[in-house]
């Protein structure tokens, strides 16, 4: 998780991480492979990100199992309100919150190794906060993903396996953690 309050850089370093945004000093490497201009497309598509100003397709883009579809829309709480047909969804004329757990259903979809967060939860109902904190994201540990979760949510810090805390665009903390299920 990275936290810290407003204006901390939470949120431009989120972009530098997913390459979004180039940094004015130092280098982004995505493992031991420093992140060249040339390479920059190529690690994109290892990443995918929802970020809290985020576009909202209609249309997907890859032919998915409809099953996954279908048991990911009944898990986000949005299967009586959208539809995939024809590869595209039946609406998107959804409240913040539901927009963003369609975006998070695309995202799923994808499957990408490294999933980053943009205060994505801050537009939930508190059960379905619960449901993302405690239930999709150690889904998403188990299956070894890069979890990346920029959060005020400070009861969900358990949750986290490193804790980087960000002050005026600085780390001022960070701190490691055995996730233990807490339920």
């Known amino acids: 998780f990275i936290v810290g309050g407003n204006g901390s850089g939470k949120s431009p370093l989120s972009k530098i991480m997913t390459m979004h945004y180039r940094p004015t000093e130092g280098e982004v490497y995505l493992g031991s492979q420093k992140v060249m201009p040339s390479y920059i497309q190529s690690a994109r598509?290892?990443?995918?990100?929802?970020?809290?100003?985020?576009?909202?397709?209609?249309?997907?883009?890859k032919q998915y199992d409809i099953s996954d579809i279908e048991?990911?829309?009944?898990?986000?709480?949005?299967?009586?309100?959208?539809?995939?047909?024809?590869n595209k969804f039946t609406t998107?004329?959804?409240?913040?919150?539901?927009?963003?757990?369609?975006?998070?259903?695309v995202m799923l979809l994808e499957d990408r190794k490294i999933m980053l967060f943009d205060e994505w939860a801050a537009d939930q109902d508190p059960d379905f906060k619960h449901t993302f904190y405690r239930q999709i994201l150690p889904e998403l540990k188990l299956?070894?993903?890069?979890?990346?979760?920029i959060s005020h949510?400070?009861?969900?810090?358990?949750?986290?396996?490193?804790?980087?805390?960000?002050?005026?665009?600085?780390?001022?903390?960070?701190?490691?953690?055995?996730?233990?299920?807490?339920?």
């Open 71 to 86: 048991r990911l829309l009944k898990l986000l709480q949005l299967d009586k309100i959208v539809e995939v047909k024809g």
């Open 45 to 61: 598509n290892h990443i995918s990100a929802i970020y809290t100003d985020f576009h909202l397709f209609t249309d997907l883009y």
């Open 143 to 149: 299956k070894r993903k890069i979890v990346i979760v």
């Open 92 to 105: 998107t004329k959804l409240s913040d919150g539901q927009k963003k757990r369609l975006a998070l259903l």
């Open 153 to 183: 949510d400070d009861s969900y810090f358990d949750v986290a396996d490193h804790l980087v805390q960000l002050r005026d665009g600085n780390i001022v903390s960070s701190e490691t953690y055995e996730y233990k299920e807490n339920l």
